[in-house]
């Protein structure tokens, strides 16, 4: 599961892609990493939830439950 996720997130959009892997996989808050990247925490917000939508929809699409699951939390 983590290596389709992986090749799944290597999909999306550079800037989506750098923001929600600084969320999911560096820990750091919507401030934090709007701060590093100086731009909105609502751009941050929008890009993560547009990154988790495509994500979930993708893993449900192929009926991949275990994954979409994981992407609700």
């Avoid at 941050?44 to 991949?64: C, H, P």
């Amino acid at each position: 599961y983590s290596q389709l996720l992986y090749n799944e997130i290597q999909k999306l959009p550079p800037k989506c892609r750098k923001i929600f892997m600084m969320s999911r996989f560096d820990n750091l808050k919507n401030s934090e990493i709007a701060e590093k990247l100086n731009i909105s925490k609502r751009t941050v917000e929008t890009q993560i939830s547009l990154a988790l939508k495509s994500l979930r929809n993708k893993f449900l699409n192929e009926n991949n439950f275990v994954l979409s699951i994981l992407l609700n939390f």
